[in-house]
């Protein structure tokens, strides 16, 4: 294994190397599986945790960010394995939802810390209109029925929508340069 690799990707090349792993990755869609079954368990944690304390998922998170090297790593990784010509397009489908899914989630927890209220000026309490506001905000929409009170959540909905604007204009950029990198290559064929 080469030292230059992530832990996630040594992890994953051991795994792969295991008779379990064999039988997992032999075939594609299974691939898929494993992976869609880990983004349910992971993202199910916010929804599991957050209506006691915000932290567990925060934590978790933050192991993830710290094991997985960085929270841009994910989208380092998309574009270095997009740039492959044999590579299965159904992973972008896949772990982009997952990473957007997370940010939101995220936001939703900072927001428990702070203050949103609602069009009467009520604070509101329950995690799904924590994670809604967070959709909402991440995405830029800002339909203005549920915002941020005080500055902290002030300054987390900022955060949060400049990484969204920048987030969908550099998926967009991800998905231009795959397609032109493939009609390239089969121009090129």
């Known amino acids: 294994m080469n030292e230059n690799q992530s832990r996630p990707i040594k992890f994953a090349l051991w795994l792969a190397e295991t008779k379990f792993g064999k039988y997992i990755f032999a075939n594609s869609a299974r691939v898929r599986i494993v992976i869609l079954i880990f983004v ?24 993830g960010v710290w094991f997985g090297q960085g929270i841009f790593k994910p989208w380092a990784t998309i574009v270095s394995q997009a740039m492959q010509p044999e590579w ?43 994670f ?7 995405t830029t929409l800002g339909y203005g029925n549920l915002t941020p009170s005080g500055i902290f959540s002030e300054v987390i909905a900022t955060i949060e929508a400049v990484i969204g604007f920048m987030g969908f204009a550099v998926l967009a950029g991800i998905v231009a340069s795959i397609v032109l ?4 290559i089969n121009d090129k064929a």
């Open 132 to 138: 809604y506001f967070s959709a909402v905000t991440l």
């Open 40 to 63: 349910a368990f992971t993202h199910s944690l916010y929804w599991l945790t957050s209506w006691w304390s915000p932290w567990p998922y925060i934590l978790f998170m933050a192991l």
């Open 88 to 130: 299965d397009s159904a992973m972008l489908k896949i772990t982009v939802p997952f990473i957007v899914f997370n940010y939101i989630a995220v936001f939703a927890c900072l927001y428990m810390f702070g203050a949103v209220v609602d069009g009467n000026g009520n604070s509101i309490n329950s995690m799904w209109q924590h």
């Open 181 to 184: 990198k493939r009609v390239e």
